[in-house]
């Protein structure tokens, strides 16, 4: 077992390049969105493709709580066409629809780390697992797809909340649901960021690098699998 989970009663995990990762190779760019941009896009710049990210992103921060699948597919269809209007992609309405329907509602999107569902099983064992994630209602049907949910015994989740890591409001919701203090918990995510936002709470951060671009320095411990964490 990794040396800084030995006294830890509890250990939390991010989901996105964390736990799982986008099939597609992106979160909102998913296979069926591309289906219907896919061709336009590639006559868009770099650039243009980030400013209209951006765009769609601020929306979605300043609109993020919500309770259900039903208020996300409305979420990320306003996302997409806000994407489609800033790269001009005309898309119809049915197509964003469809694109959010999938967005919201296939699991086919997400894809589990091969080592994933062993660790946490493995985990489970001997520490309390939650979760700590900024992600939507479809993350319940997402991890229950990926059978990996009954390892969690409690979670935090941005949408709920309205708020996002590394707000302090995240992981102190977290704790208080584990019943514990944060110097008693581990906190695993692919952001420095979002563990410096734990550390300041004293709790022990990871930094997991599955992902090539969260393969920074740091000052936090680093794992590049989460089979390191055994």
């Known amino acids: 077992m990794h040396e800084l989970l030995k006294d830890k009663s509890v250990i939390f995990f991010d989901v996105g390049y964390t736990l799982d990762y986008p099939a ?3 979160w909102m760019f998913t296979n069926k969105f591309l289906e219907y941009a896919g061709e336009q896009m590639k006559q868009r710049s770099r650039e243009e493709i980030r400013h209209a990210l951006l765009t769609g992103f601020d929306y979605l921060e300043q609109n993020h709580r919500m309770r259900d699948e039903a208020e996300e597919a409305k979420q990320v269809g306003r996302f997409y066409q806000i994407v489609s209007d800033e790269l001009g992609l005309n898309l119809s309405q049915e197509a ?3 694109a959010a329907w999938d967005r919201t509602w296939n699991m086919d999107n997400y894809r589990l780390y091969p080592d994933a569902k062993q660790v946490l099983e493995t985990l489970s064992r001997t520490h309390r697992l939650g979760l700590i994630s900024d992600t939507w209602p479809s993350i319940e ?3 229950q797809t990926l059978g990996v949910r009954q390892y969690f015994s409690f979670s935090t989740y941005s949408f709920a909340l309205g708020v996002f890591k590394p707000d302090h409001r995240m992981f102190l919701d977290a704790l208080q649901k584990a019943g514990c203090a944060g110097k008693n918990a581990v906190f695993i995510d692919d952001g420095p960021r979002n563990l ?3 550390a300041e709470l004293g709790i ?3 930094l997991i690098a599955a992902n090539p671009a969260s393969d920074v320095e740091t000052p936090f411990a680093k794992i590049h ?3 390191e964490l055994l």
């Open 196 to 198: 410096a936002g734990a």
């Open 141 to 143: 049907n997402q991890l």
């Open 204 to 206: 022990t951060p990871i």
């Open 96 to 98: 964003i629809r469809a």
């Open 24 to 26: 597609s190779g992106d």
């Open 225 to 227: 699998a989460l089979s």
